[in-house]
């Protein structure tokens, strides 16, 4: 079965420090995978996604993940963090059977202080 | 374009009550689909839709049904609610299957079940 784990479920940074956000997935075969953006209170929006084209994965705002077959791993990157990325993140994977749903992780929180 | 729009945005119901979430998209999407997000668990998909007049359960399909008479609805009704029914409810539509095509979630509906 496809699924993804989401390693920390908080991760505190400080402004203008790099941010990493763990993600690792199960998968039979090769995976479309994403990263949403949830601010409180608000809906999701896609920051990026991975549908095996090139392995490192540019999105909004500054994030990149970065596609590692061998380790399983489609972590997020972010070189400085700004207030503004204090938020909930959620890696997904996208089934390929059937209606083709996607599977949630967790979710890590983010936090940033200044 | 409003994108995908829900209403109501809280609701506080009893036990054994019912109620339809509503769910509207002006992007002229085939596919939507209703996910519920708890603390810790991620998004669940609840019920899917890949067109009009068609519609299929998801993982945690139990005390909630779906139609799809139009395009642009797809309302989601709680027959008798529950308190395991608190929850942030997701409706999100997409343009087609392929992973060219955008995720767009709604707002969300916070409902709660004394």
């Known amino acids: 079965a496809q699924s993804v784990t989401q390693l920390d479920s908080h991760v505190s940074v400080s402004e203008g420090t790099p941010v990493l956000l763990r993600c690792n997935y199960s998968s039979s075969y090769s995976p479309s995978l994403f990263w949403y953006v949830q601010h409180p209170n608000k809906g999701l929006q896609l920051l990026l996604k991975y549908t095996s084209a090139a392995t490192l994965v540019k999105g909004i705002n500054g994030f990149e993940a970065e596609f590692k077959k061998s380790e399983t791993s489609f972590h997020l990157t972010k070189p400085s963090a700004h207030m503004s990325d204090a938020a909930e993140y959620f890696c997904?994977?996208?089934?390929?059977?059937?209606?083709?749903?996607?599977?949630f992780g967790t979710g890590t929180r983010l936090l940033v202080s200044p | 374009n409003a994108g995908v729009t829900q209403t109501p945005k809280f609701q506080v119901l009893k036990t054994g009550q019912s109620m339809t979430l509503q769910c509207a998209q002006d992007m002229n999407h085939e596919y939507m689909s209703w996910y519920r997000q708890d603390p810790g668990m991620g998004l669940r998909l609840i019920h899917y839709s890949v067109g009009a007049g068609i519609t299929d359960q998801g993982e945690v399909p139990n005390g909630y049904n779906v139609s799809r008479s139009t395009t642009e609805d797809f309302p989601l009704r709680l027959l008798s609610a529950a308190p395991s029914q608190t929850s942030v409810y997701f409706c999100?539509?997409?343009?087609?299957?392929?992973?060219?095509?955008?995720?767009?979630f709604g707002p969300g509906t916070r409902l709660t079940v004394t």
């Open positions: 997904v994977v996208r089934i390929h059977t059937g209606f083709q749903k996607l599977v």
């Open positions: 999100a539509s997409k343009g087609g299957a392929s992973d060219s095509y955008e995720q767009y």
